[in-house]
């Protein structure tokens, strides 16, 4: 049994990773990759302790966090396509109609 | 593994690619929640995220036709000779495996992850917000919808 401060090393890292590419990402598709990657590191906490405390309310909370992720990319996408149809890019920097 | 994908992620030029080694880090990360003994987390996770979202992700990304990498025909010859072999011996691993396997012992009847306790738990304790969580999905649909209409 691999002990538990690996998972939560792991999921650091993961988490890590994601905010980095969230950060230094100008694609609005590799920006939503990187909230799943970031999503999947907090699953993979959320199990390890759920593993460690014999309780199953981590893996429900799991499951609800996979519904999460599955509805942020549906509408996600979607304004991907619509992003797209108007402006010809998915560079974040060019949209910058809101912009003040 | 997991983190070698998820650095890919970042690294990769072309968005797909990207995208491909997402499908490689969820993978890699069922298999530590395999270990973790919560073998339904580890299939819903193959099925859910490798399978539903990442299509739908890689599905708009061939729709909206990104363009693509300067030099991808010519790295495309020779990942060719390295990704034969390797899918081979991949096939050959499981083969070799499945030949292997032994018949499964008497299961852990009351297993922290197996999906008995999942749903018991689901169904009884957590009856509310997976309601909500319907009304979420439905949302979402609509919304998505919505979005993606010629005019809004």
Redesign the interface.
Same mark, same amino acid.
């Given at each position: 049994m691999i002990p538990i401060s690996w998972y939560l090393i792991l999921g650091a890292v993961l988490f890590l990773i994601g905010v980095l590419g969230f950060l230094i990402k100008r694609n609005i598709i590799a920006l939503l990759l990187s909230v799943e990657i970031m999503l999947n590191a907090v699953n993979l906490t959320f199990v390890a302790f759920s593993t460690q405390h014999g309780q199953i309310s981590g893996q429900i909370f799991v499951f609800f966090v996979l519904v999460v992720a599955a509805a942020e990319a549906a509408v996600g996408l979607a304004l991907v396509i619509a992003m797209f149809r108007n402006r010809e890019s998915l560079n974040v920097d060019r949209s910058n109609l809101l912009k003040w | 593994m997991?983190?070698g994908a998820?650095?890919n992620?970042?690294v990769q030029k072309h968005?797909l690619y990207?995208?491909l080694s997402?499908i490689v880090?969820?993978t890699a990360?069922s298999v530590?929640?395999v270990?973790?003994?919560?073998d339904? *987390?580890a299939v *819903?996770?193959v099925i859910?995220?490798a399978g539903? *979202?990442m299509v739908?992700?890689t599905f708009?990304?061939m729709?909206?036709n990104?363009p693509a990498d300067e030099d991808g025909v010519d790295r495309l010859r020779w990942l060719k000779f390295i990704g034969i072999p390797l899918g081979l011996f991949l096939l050959f691993l499981i083969v070799a495996t499945l030949w292997n396997v032994e018949p499964l012992r008497a299961t852990r009847a009351e297993m922290?992850?197996s999906p008995k306790?999942?749903g018991t738990?689901?169904f009884n304790?957590?009856l509310l917000?997976f309601e909500a969580?319907s009304l979420?999905?439905l *949302?979402?649909?609509v919304?998505?919808?919505?979005?993606?209409k010629k005019d809004?």
């Open positions: - | 997991a983190v998820a650095i992620v970042l968005v990207s995208a997402v880090m969820l990360v530590l929640f270990f973790l003994r919560a339904f *987390i *819903i996770q859910v995220y539903a *979202i739908l992700f708009v990304i729709l909206l990104l922290v992850g306790a999942i738990s689901l304790d957590y917000p969580t979420l999905i *949302i979402a649909l919304g998505a919808v919505v979005f993606a809004l």
